[in-house]
């Protein structure tokens, strides 16, 4: 599927989808604890329904509905799963099931996923969960998917360099039902939010975590287990940084709805950033409303928001003068190497982007329509169909499938909009 998008001014109100990261937390530790838990407004997307999948194929009982899903968890008794694990394109799903299946008590687990996942690496967190007692290998030896895991979490000392915070965050979400307890040492973490919404979910579940300020270590107890819960989930900063962006540019006028300011999304400070550029910014409960002003280059540290990445690049086009998109290396083991695939695909639209070990610098350009390559990655895809209704003639967006990943509501989203972008199929 591609995408074809005009030029459009996009305004009035859209409805953002529930927080994938809150989503997948939500269904893994439902399946890990004692009891039925019940999970409100969830993010219902390919990445969403790879995690359901893989904790139904470790014992875990989920029924889900339109706005609402049961899970009956195992209560840590995870099961040997009768066939290879298939987490599609979901890293995160991939990386925290890695550490449930470290939770069996006899047999073995392979998990795996599609050819993007299949690049991507996990090898630091294998390595902490072998410290740990667990016997996981990656089957062609790069530290990538496919894994095979046996052997169970007994607990001790590792070192994680935390390069994705997904690795933390499934150590901190299995080490307390592993049989003792855990220190884990993080020399290196990027993604900080990531793992304080981790660690706010362990708390609210009752799980004994002590750590130091600066997340560089961990004590964990072992033999502990997940109460149940009942949680509604919040809207994703993440899907609405596309949206938030949007607002900020051209005659373009966009409030996103179901938002919370207080909740622990490391992707809210993209709201910030639209400021510090200059746009106008307006809240009102659950609302954002964001509008154009003269929007003026700067330099914006997105380590701690790898994921806003695609979308700041799009909207840095339109600041004057240059904007630098810095400390955020982690951006090449995403979906795709967005930094290169960002650089290469403004590059075809006219952009004048220049690439960095750890970011982009672009300096203010006129978008031109092209035909550019979505390379699959869900957030590139938003990014460049968001582009394309600022350029200035018609941009063909291809390979365009993977945006079911985190928001299959896009284009009609953006129609209601006012959006000119239509699929089609070849």
């Given at each position: ?60 009982v ?38 449930s ?19 991507r ?46 690795y ?13 307890g ?23 579940r ?22 149940p819960?009942?949680?509604?989930i ?115 639209m ?20 092209a ?56």
């Amino acid at each position: 599927m591609d995408f074809i998008c005009n030029r459009s001014t996009l305004s009035g109100e859209v409805e953002i989808p529930g927080s994938k990261s809150h989503t997948i937390r939500a269904v893994s530790i439902g399946a890990l604890a004692v009891g039925e838990s019940r999970i409100e407004r969830p993010l219902d997307s390919a990445d969403a329904q790879s995690a359901v999948h893989a904790y139904q194929a470790l014992g875990a009982v989920i029924t889900t509905e339109e706005d609402a899903w049961a899970v009956t968890g195992v209560g840590g008794r995870i099961q040997t799963p009768e066939d290879v694990i298939d987490i599609g394109n979901s890293g995160t799903s991939l990386n925290i099931a890695l550490g449930s299946c470290a939770l069996l008590r006899g047999g073995l687990a392979v998990l795996t996923g599609d050819s993007q996942i299949r690049r991507r690496p996990s090898g630091p967190l294998a390595q902490s969960l072998n410290d740990l007692g667990a016997g996981v290998r990656s089957t062609r030896g790069n530290g990538c998917p496919p894994f095979v895991v046996e052997g169970r979490l007994r607990g001790g000392d590792t070192s994680l360099e935390a390069v994705s915070s997904q690795y933390l965050t499934s150590l901190l979400i299995n080490t307390p039902m592993g049989d003792g307890g855990t220190r884990i040492l993080v020399p290196v973490l990027h993604e900080r939010p990531y793992v304080e919404m981790t660690l706010d979910w362990l708390r609210r579940r009752g799980i004994r975590v002590e750590h130091d300020e600066e997340l560089r270590e961990f004590h964990i107890p072992g033999g502990q287990s997940y109460e149940p819960f009942e949680r509604r989930i919040p809207g994703d900063f993440s899907t609405a940084t596309f949206f938030i962006c949007a607002g900020a540019m051209g005659d373009n006028r966009i409030t996103c709805l179901g938002l919370d300011m207080n909740d622990t999304q490391g992707d809210k400070a993209v709201v910030e950033y639209v400021r510090q550029l200059g746009a106008e910014v307006e809240f009102d409960d659950e609302k954002i409303t964001v509008r154009p002003e003269r929007l003026r280059g700067c330099e914006i540290d997105l380590n701690a928001t790898p994921d806003a990445l695609p979308m700041m690049a799009v909207l840095a086009c339109f600041a004057e003068g240059t904007t630098r998109l810095v400390n955020v290396p982690q951006a090449r083991i995403k979906e795709t190497d967005r930094l290169a695939v960002m650089a290469r695909e403004l590059g075809r639209m006219g952009a004048d982007v220049e690439e960095l070990a750890d970011g982009l610098v672009v300096t203010h350009s006129n978008l031109r329509g092209a035909d550019v390559n979505g390379h699959g990655d869900h957030r590139v895809i938003m990014a460049l169909a968001i582009a394309g209704t600022m350029a200035s003639d018609k941009t063909r967006v291809r390979d365009a499938d993977a945006v079911d990943v985190t928001f299959p509501g896009f284009v009609k989203a953006m129609t209601q909009l006012g959006a000119e972008i239509w699929s089609v199929y070849e």
